[in-house]
């Protein structure tokens, strides 16, 4: 069981809008400490998508979004392109773990 | 731009240790981040192992900090990883990379495929 809870799977139509949600606890987003997403495609390292609740890297499309409100996270991805089919990760640091935490990833297909 | 690689066997016995080598280069582990060990069970997600400070400052997963001890070799710009009495559950994609308590892990290594048989 990861601590920060992600639905497995999650599929959209291209052009749609697809929402991935990360729920964790008063000891980790609800602690303020800061959310990160990651995208992973086959066979790759994961690469940060989203970092600090809200913030895109250079290079990361603005169909890509994130947001957090009290003990969860959200990534939201408009526009869906079949390059986005991958699998997604939140993380977070945990002070009762004293230690790094991620969701159990979700899958993103793209119909 | 920084990099990582990770070195070690790719086949380990149960019962034995695995031992893991990852060296950062175009930079300095003697730098104000973590570096950490993360490992991606075949079709599983990801779970954190442990990082280590160049200072040798430890914190390691509660649910495996008693079979992990890592290391730091900042002479070689290393970082090292052994995991002790290993079963199957322990085979993996490990990967080091770079991190801080308030920053997401930035920098990744490929990973490699540790395989527990005997």
């Known amino acids: 069981q990861s601590v920060l809870t992600q639905p497995p799977s999650v599929s959209g139509a291209p052009g749609q809008r697809v929402t991935i949600s990360c729920t964790g606890s008063s000891s980790n987003i609800g602690a303020n400490y800061d959310v990160h997403w990651y995208q992973q495609l086959p066979g790759t390292a994961p690469k940060v998508l989203i970092y600090?609740?809200?913030n895109r890297p250079s290079g990361v499309p603005d169909r890509f979004s994130g947001s957090r409100s009290g003990t969860s996270a959200s990534l939201a991805i408009t526009g869906l392109q079949a390059e986005d089919e991958a699998d997604f990760y939140c993380q977070s640091y945990d002070r009762s773990l004293r230690g790094w935490v991620f969701g159990g990833g979700t899958k993103l297909t793209v119909l | 731009q920084l990099q990582l690689q990770e070195s070690g066997p790719g086949l380990v016995k149960p019962s034995e240790t695995l031992s893991l080598t990852c060296t950062v280069s175009d930079g300095s582990i003697s730098s104000d981040h973590y570096w950490a060990w993360i490992r991606q069970p075949p079709g599983k997600g990801l779970e954190w192992i442990g990082s280590?400070?160049?200072?040798?400052?430890?914190v390691y997963n509660p649910s495996l900090k008693s079979r992990v001890i890592m290391s730091v070799d900042t002479s070689k710009n290393q970082f090292s990883l052994n995991l002790s009495s290993v079963t199957a559950a322990d085979t993996a994609v490990y990967s080091c990379?770079?991190?801080?308590?308030?920053?997401?892990?930035?920098?990744w290594g490929r990973g490699t495929l540790v395989t527990v048989s005997s």
């Open positions: 600090g609740n809200i």
């Open positions: 990379a770079r991190c801080a308590i308030f920053s997401p892990f930035d920098y």
């Open positions: 280590i400070f160049y200072t040798g400052s430890t």
